[in-house]
């Protein structure tokens, strides 16, 4: 099944900012502002952290904020916390054809 | 606040076929696409499809058609995954999901493990 390009692990110091990347095509990502992030903390299901690219759920901390730029769209985490280690997809809508497509998942490690 | 209760786990031989489902509440189930999304053991998100209550109309994934059928009962705020013939290959676990605006999901069930073995 075709897949959006995440890293497969990033990592940063407590306190700090990170940004996880999302790598897509003119067919999804860079076609339409319907990009999701979720987190899933290990043996739970994922939770969504933001939709439509960069609007936040109500009970999202405003810590995490989506982007996009082209075919790439951004989840940044600022001031990272420990319950912040999680697993983070992206998905994008992907047109009538795919309908809609995950990344693979990049892993935070909160130092 | 929406929350959707899946069916328990199962073990399941090759071959036969399994219906898992999910039990919407605390909103209109009628009016929101409920999505299933597999996760294989140690991997990503994979979304299967969904389908609209409020007519049962479907969509899948290319990947997934024809391999699973999606169905609701309304009378129940009940949605179901289907498979006819179970392989090992399709063992995982199964999320169901609440669909909003653009295809983002906005809750999720606790998901179902199926064990083909």
């Known amino acids: 099944q075709p897949a959006l390009t995440q890293p497969r692990s990033v990592s940063g110091s407590f306190g700090q900012s990170v940004i996880i990347p999302c790598t897509g095509s003119n067919s999804d990502i860079g076609g339409y502002n319907y990009v999701s992030w979720y987190q899933q903390r290990p043996g739970a299901a994922p939770r969504l952290l933001v939709y439509?690219?960069?609007t936040r759920p109500s009970g999202v901390p405003s810590r995490f904020s989506g982007s996009k730029s082209g075919n790439t769209a951004s989840l940044t985490i600022s001031g990272l916390q420990a319950a912040d280690e999680a697993t983070y997809y992206c998905s994008s809508y992907a047109g009538i054809n795919t309908l809609l497509i995950f990344g693979r998942g990049t892993t935070l490690t909160v130092l | 606040e929406e929350q959707l209760l899946q069916s328990g786990a199962e073990v399941i031989q090759p071959g036969e076929s399994l219906k898992i489902s999910c039990k919407a509440s605390g909103y209109s189930f009628t009016k929101y696409w409920i999505g299933w999304v597999r996760q294989l053991p140690g991997k990503g998100l994979e979304w299967m499809g969904m389908?609209?209550?409020?007519?049962?109309?479907?969509q899948y994934s290319p990947s997934f058609e024809g391999q699973v059928t999606m169905s609701v009962d309304k009378s129940i705020n009940t949605a179901y995954l289907r498979w006819p013939s179970l392989r090992p290959s399709d063992t995982a676990h199964y999320y169901c999901?609440?669909?909003?605006?653009?295809?983002?999901?906005?809750?999720w069930g606790q998901g179902t493990s199926v064990t083909v073995s």
């Open positions: 439509d690219v960069s």
């Open positions: 999901a609440m669909h909003i605006g653009n295809y983002a999901i906005k809750a």
């Open positions: 389908i609209f209550p409020g007519d049962s109309d479907t």
